[in-house]
């Protein structure tokens, strides 16, 4: 257990639906990032939160949100969901914005879209 | 222009030799970290080693080194004595703080498979 938790571990949904990733940071933690793997572009960061607010922001399409609450979890939208949306997302957190530290990974969220 | 290249899609190793996996990357940062994580086919992301740019000795964990070559901007990670559970694939990766606020920009990828 690597102390990031991730949920659901999988979900299948239809097109055009929307759904709700989870993930609560290891203990101490105030950043959380989220990033999406596809076989086709690899991993791709989406979004950064930093004690609640966003940080910075990379390849989210205006069809995904995210937020970070007061106890630090952080919840990750999708919405209109099409095919290509399909793919492993992750959620990982660090205790600083520093070169020296590295990320703690959640074990992901598989979505599948039908 | 890639921030982090690994060459080398697929890399073939017999158990018990070494393999050396490549990674360059790209940074006007002073600043910046090293790392490489490991994903097996049951997906989780496991942290490996990681080098500071300002460390003079290159990184060691167990049977993991990264071969640090500042002036060249190459990271390689080499794995000593392979093990068959060596098979996975592995990314390497770089965070800036100077532009980046800390993100992790990964490569593509190496898929390492270990031959008994």
């Known amino acids: 257990d690597s102390g990031v938790t991730q949920t659901p571990k999988h979900l299948i949904t239809a097109t055009g639906q929307r759904v709700t990733l989870r993930c609560s940071p290891r203990?101490?933690?105030?950043?959380v990032y989220w990033y999406q793997q596809s076989l086709d572009q690899g991993l791709q960061f989406l979004i950064q939160?930093?004690?609640?607010?966003?940080?910075a922001k990379g390849n989210i399409l205006e069809r995904f949100s995210a937020q970070q609450f007061p106890d630090l979890h952080s919840e990750l939208n999708l919405s209109s969901l099409e095919l290509g949306d399909s793919a492993l997302y992750f959620c990982?957190?660090?205790?600083?914005?520093?070169?020296?530290?590295?990320?703690?990974f959640g074990s992901g969220t598989r979505l599948t879209v039908v | 222009a890639q921030k982090i290249t690994q060459t080398q899609p697929g890399m073939f190793v017999q158990e018990k030799e070494a393999v050396t996996l490549d990674c360059t990357y790209d940074?006007?940062?002073?600043?910046?970290?090293l790392f490489w994580y490991k994903q097996p086919s049951s997906g989780e992301m496991i942290f490996l080693i990681y080098?500071?740019?300002?460390?003079?000795q290159n990184a060691t964990e167990g049977r993991y080194s990264l071969n640090f070559q500042k002036a060249r901007k190459s990271a390689n990670l080499v794995i000593s004595a392979s093990q068959l559970g060596d098979s996975a694939m592995y990314f390497c990766?770089?965070?800036?703080?100077?532009?980046?606020?800390?993100?992790?920009?990964f490569g593509q990828g190496t898929i390492l498979t270990v031959h008994p």
């Open positions: 990982a957190s660090s205790v600083a914005d520093s070169a020296n530290y590295g990320y703690t």
């Open positions: 203990s101490g933690d105030l950043s």
């Open positions: 939160y930093y004690n609640g607010e966003e940080r």
């Open positions: 940074t006007s940062d002073q600043s910046y970290g």
């Open positions: 080098q500071g740019s300002y460390d003079e």
């Open positions: 990766a770089m965070r800036e703080i100077g532009t980046s606020y800390g993100k992790l920009t």
